[in-house]
Structures are given as C-alpha cells and as structure tokens.
C-alpha cells in the first residue's frame, strides 16, 4: 500500500488486525476489496504469502 501512495497504509491494516475477530483468508480478501487501489495491485495482494512477501 505504501508503494502505491495509499493514504495511510499502516492505520488501515491496524483497522483491520485490531478487533476481536480473527484474522483470516475471507477477512484479508474482504479486505483487500474495500480498498481503493487499481485491480492489478488487488490481483497481487491477492497472492501474496507470508512465504512470497519480499517487501517490495
């Protein structure tokens, strides 16, 4: 999200990770969708893993 300009990147992924619920596949999709970024950057997040994430 930072790569991308998002405004706020980290306070929007602590919105999601700070309630009750736990977090999973659904919650991180879900979450994904609500953000404004272009389709082909949602199509990346959408694949990532704690296995493939480089950080860039």
């Given at each position: 999200?930072?790569?991308?300009g998002?405004?706020?990147?980290y306070?929007?992924?602590?919105?999601?990770?700070?309630?009750?619920?736990?977090?999973?596949?659904?919650?991180?999709a879900a979450?994904i969708?609500?953000?404004?970024?272009?389709?082909?950057?949602k199509?990346?997040?959408?694949?990532?893993?704690?296995?493939?994430?480089?950080?860039?």
């Amino acid at each position: 999200l930072r790569r991308e300009g998002y405004p706020k990147p980290y306070e929007a992924l602590k919105a999601l990770t700070r309630t009750n619920e736990g977090i999973t596949h659904s919650t991180i999709a879900a979450f994904i969708e609500t953000l404004d970024i272009s389709e082909s950057v949602k199509d990346e997040m959408r694949v990532l893993t704690p296995q493939t994430y480089t950080g860039r």
